[in-house]
């Protein structure tokens, strides 16, 4: 399942380990057994909130899937449907993120007038429920280019996103845009450098619109994570994961040293979430579950 199909159809879908650095991985012997990933609770230190993107697991119960999460000490399990929020508050769990409203798609955005209206009014009917449900942030996409300037998308969605921010800041929900990549997963996306989103962020000026930084996203187009968080740092709310190449586990089969991006958060006092948000090849509890240590540091 793609996460496109998963955030348009709102479908309801559903280590202990340790390691000397972001590079090792447990061997396969080592690792625990996937049932153990369900039950055993993981020591964790506390500096990092843990949240995972449901779409990543498609093959397994809302349920199921949120039990293990809360057994792990994840807090919160996100892009989830009004009609799914509460299974994770049975858990225990938040949602740190709500899923697109209908009219919000990836590919329709804010940044063409004509999309404005059916968009607001779905965020109106929205964020009150968010509010409501004590959820902390609602997604929202810029939308594809299909031929338009950068400049023409930053102010068509800045002047968009001014007629709903007023009702975030009165309800205390923030809005957060998110950074994808437009040369392999959502071609032709409008969003898709720091330093664009960034620069939305400040002519919309408002606390309740800021930025959704995915890792695995910024890795593909501009790379120097690191320095790149640290720069703006305030316009950031929340942040994905997900390895690079090929979306899979954040383990040493990749080129992201999770840990230290996770330290440098820790170093910025960062208080959102970090969301796990890649696709398992191998069982996918145990992933999880390792990818979870990974960031908790």
């Given amino acids: 399942?793609?996460?496109?199909?998963?955030?348009?159809?709102?479908?309801?879908?559903?280590?202990?380990?340790?390691?000397?650095?972001?590079?090792?991985?447990?061997?396969?012997?080592?690792?625990?057994?996937?049932?153990?990933?369900?039950?055993?609770?993981?020591?964790?230190?506390?500096?990092?909130?843990?949240?995972?993107?449901?779409?990543?697991?498609?093959?397994?119960?809302?349920?199921?899937?949120?039990?293990?999460?809360?057994?792990?000490?994840?807090?919160?399990?996100?892009?989830?449907?009004?009609?799914?929020?509460?299974?994770?508050?049975?858990?225990?769990?938040?949602?740190?993120?709500?899923?697109?409203?209908?009219?919000?798609?990836?590919?329709?955005?804010?940044?063409?007038?004509?999309?404005?209206?059916?968009?607001?009014?779905?965020?109106?009917?929205?964020?009150?429920?968010?509010?409501?449900?004590?959820?902390?942030?609602?997604?929202?996409?810029?939308?594809?280019?299909?031929?338009?300037?950068?400049?023409?998308?930053?102010?068509?969605?800045?002047?968009?996103?001014?007629?709903?921010?007023?009702?975030?800041?009165?309800?205390?929900?923030?809005?957060v845009m998110e950074l994808l990549n437009s040369r392999v997963d959502h071609k032709d996306y409008q969003c898709d450098r720091t330093p664009w989103g960034v620069e939305l962020v400040r002519r919309v000026g408002s606390p309740r619109f800021k930025l959704l930084y995915d890792v695995y996203h910024m890795q593909i187009m501009e790379g120097d994570v690191i320095r790149t968080i640290r720069d703006n740092f305030d316009h950031i709310a929340h942040y994905h994961t997900g390895g690079n190449p090929g979306r899979n586990e954040i383990d040493a089969t990749q080129e992201l040293n999770y840990s230290a991006i996770c330290a440098a958060l820790v170093e910025k006092k960062f208080t959102g979430f970090v969301a796990q948000e890649f696709i398992p090849t191998r069982d996918p509890l145990t992933s999880l579950r390792e990818a979870v240590a990974i960031c908790d540091v």
């Fill in 1 to 175: 399942m793609k996460r496109r199909d998963f955030l348009a159809t709102s479908v309801a879908i559903a280590t202990a380990g340790t390691q000397a650095s972001a590079f090792e991985s447990a061997a396969p012997s080592s690792r625990p057994d996937p049932e153990e990933a369900t039950t055993r609770p993981m020591p964790l230190k506390g500096n990092i909130n843990h949240s995972v993107c449901a779409w990543c697991y498609g093959g397994m119960p809302l349920e199921k899937l949120c039990a293990a999460a809360a057994a792990m000490g994840i807090k919160s399990v996100e892009l989830l449907g009004e009609e799914q929020w509460a299974t994770a508050k049975a858990h225990g769990l938040t949602c740190a993120v709500a899923g697109q409203v209908k009219a919000n798609p990836i590919g329709r955005g804010f940044n063409r007038a004509e999309n404005h209206n059916s968009i607001i009014a779905d965020l109106e009917a929205r964020l009150p429920r968010v509010k409501e449900a004590g959820l902390p942030c609602q997604i929202v996409f810029s939308g594809n280019r299909k031929g338009l300037s950068d400049e023409q998308g930053l102010a068509t969605c800045a002047a968009g996103l001014k007629r709903i921010t007023p009702l975030a800041e009165k309800l205390g929900v923030t809005l």
